[in-house]
Every structure is written in structure tokens, then in C-alpha cells.
């Protein structure tokens, strides 16, 4: 266990509509990054959140958006939802926004779009 | 796109031999690190390598990267049936900073 929790477990959504995840970092951690893990791939990077604000992200269209709060809680939100969004979302936190820090992971939420 | 590719893409090995993945990437890194993903569930952090690092060790654990090919390896010796997983590497580029790539991972079997 790492700490990290990701909220909800499971989720199915249509087509076209709108989902929001959420992660819990671990204690002390101020950086939250999010990826997208489809069947049999690996996870890839959507963005970062470092201190409240976003500080870098992937090649996902502006309907992936997400916040972090004081806590350094986060929510990752998806507008117009799409099949191909169907995916594990996993979040992780580090203790800074260096690379050379260790990501920790959340279990993820399984979201499936239909 | 993704900048690591691991290889093999499945791996079947009897208790007590060596694993051995490899990983290739494109692009100049700050550093690289391997991953392991128990089916579907979070990621766990294994080790990381520093780009002016040649190998590293941790438990059973052995890192090696060539920066010259691109390239990493990890070797889990004296493997156990509780490391059957999926592993991956992940490459943070110089250009990119604090954005991980992650590749397609390696699914070790190892078989009791």
C-alpha cells in the first residue's frame, strides 16, 4: 500500500457524457501526475500538478482537464466522453516535481465508457 | 507516442532462473526507472538509474544503461512465483523534464 488512494474503483459512463476522478497523495507529497493505461499498454502521461498549478502535460485533448486543491488532493475531469477513453486512470504523487523523485502509485479507477 | 519499448513483450521462466528484460528509448534522459504492475492494480517503484549511472543493484534487483544505444536492462535473479508481473521502464526526457514515458512493459510469468 501506498498511500496513495484513487476514488471511485470502477465507473461506466456513456458516450458524451462527462467523469471525475479523484486521488488522495500521500502524506507530504505537493505533486500529483495522472496517466491514462489502455488494455495491454502502458501508462501514458496526461499532465502534472505541482503546488496547485499544472506544470507540464501529455498529448491529451483540452476536454482532459484537472485541479489540485491546498491539500494537494486532485480530481482529473474528461468532458464528451469517448469509447477510446475507456481505460485504467492511475494517479501518483511525489515529493516534488523533480524526476528524480519516486512516483507513488493509487490503485486506479477503471472507467469504462459506453 | 511512447519513448520506451521493452522486449521481450512476454517472458515464462521456472522458479529460481534469472529474468531478464530489456528497454529501449529515442530520446537523451535525466534518468530512467523500472516499474512493476500487478495485474491491472498500481504501479510500484523498483529502482531508478541516473543517466551518468552505468548499473545499479537493489536486492535481487540489477539495473545496466548504455546511453550510447538507448538502452537499459533489468535482472531479477533467483525469481519467485510472487514476481510474476507486468514491469516497465519509464524514461524522463532532457527536453521534457518532469513528463515520464512509459513503455509497452514486459509480462513475466514466473512458473512454481
Known amino acids: 500500500e501506498t498511500g496513495v488512494t484513487q476514488s471511485p474503483t470502477h465507473l461506466i459512463k456513456t458516450r458524451g457524457q462527462q467523469v471525475t476522478l479523484r486521488c488522495s497523495s500521500q502524506?507530504?507529497?505537493?505533486?500529483v501526475s495522472w496517466y491514462q493505461q489502455a488494455l495491454g499498454q502502458g501508462p501514458q502521461f496526461i499532465f502534472q500538478?505541482?503546488?496547485?498549478?499544472?506544470?507540464g502535460r501529455g498529448n491529451f485533448p483540452p476536454r482532459f482537464s484537472g485541479l489540485q486543491f491546498p491539500n494537494y488532493s486532485s480530481e482529473l475531469n474528461v468532458n464528451a466522453l469517448e469509447l477510446d477513453d475507456s481505460a485504467l486512470y492511475l494517479c501518483?504523487?511525489?515529493?516534488?516535481?523533480?524526476?528524480?523523485?519516486?512516483?507513488?502509485f493509487g490503485p486506479g479507477t477503471r472507467l469504462t465508457v459506453l | 507516442s511512447q519513448q520506451g519499448e521493452e522486449d521481450p513483450q512476454a517472458l515464462s521462466i521456472q522458479e529460481g532462473e534469472n529474468a531478464t528484460m530489456n528497454c529501449s528509448y529515442k530520446?537523451?534522459?535525466?534518468?530512467l526507472q523500472w516499474y512493476r504492475q500487478n495485474s491491472g492494480r498500481g504501479l510500484v517503484h523498483l529502482i531508478l538509474?541516473?543517466?551518468?549511472?552505468r548499473e545499479k543493484h537493489s536486492g535481487r534487483l540489477r539495473v545496466t544503461l548504455d546511453t550510447s544505444k538507448k538502452s537499459s536492462s533489468l535482472l531479477i535473479t533467483a525469481s519467485r512465483a510472487a514476481d510474476t508481473a507486468s514491469y516497465f521502464c519509464?524514461?524522463?526526457?532532457?527536453?521534457?523534464?518532469?513528463?515520464?514515458?512509459f513503455g509497452t512493459g514486459t509480462s513475466l510469468t514466473v512458473i512454481p
Open positions: 538509474i541516473r543517466s551518468n549511472e
Open positions: 502524506s507530504g507529497h505537493n505533486t
Open positions: 519509464a524514461t524522463v526526457s532532457i527536453n521534457t523534464g518532469n513528463q515520464f514515458y
Open positions: 501518483a504523487s511525489s515529493l516534488s516535481a523533480s524526476s528524480y523523485n519516486e512516483q507513488f
Open positions: 530520446t537523451s534522459i535525466n534518468n
Open positions: 500538478y505541482y503546488r496547485e498549478e499544472e506544470n
